[in-house]
């Protein structure tokens, strides 16, 4: 788990047309984006900056597309190899059905809050459900 003066926090977004508000969201830490035209321009922009680690924005093709909650499923475990000890999940796109609350439960301890496009879970929190 990430250091609490330090949290790592992980956005991953299932809407393929998040594009154009991603300058916005891409500064608090790593960025997952699903697929799409305007996913794949956008991060293509941010990584011409140069200002960014060449990590920070990853375009995920899902192996699952049947459903937003089956792309987040089929990623949960690629985020967790590659941003170890992150702190915080916020997540565009999907709520948090049982069977996200259910694969997340096995992340560790956390609390679960809803947004108006999707949810935020902590792990540094546990307040939410």
């Known amino acids: 788990m990430g250091d609490c003066s330090d949290p790592l926090i992980v956005l991953i977004v299932l809407d393929p047309d998040f594009g154009g ?19 794949r321009a956008a991060a293509e ?5 140069k200002s960014l ?3 920070h924005v990853t375009v995920f ?19 967790d190899q590659h941003h170890y000890g992150w702190s915080q999940l ?16 096995n992340s560790g301890v956390g609390g ?4 108006a496009d999707g949810f935020v879970f902590d792990r540094r929190n546990e307040t939410h459900s």
């Open 45 to 49: 922009k941010l990584r011409a900056q």
């Open 112 to 115: 679960f809050e809803e947004t």
């Open 61 to 79: 093709t899902p192996t699952d597309a049947a459903s937003r909650e089956a792309m987040l499923l089929g990623i949960l475990d690629d985020v």
């Open 90 to 105: 916020q997540v565009r796109g999907c709520k948090p059905t049982a069977a996200v609350k259910s694969a997340l439960a």
């Open 21 to 39: 508000k991603l300058n916005a969201e891409v500064t608090a830490g790593p960025v997952w984006l699903c697929h799409s035209p305007a996913n």
């Open 53 to 55: 680690p060449r990590d």
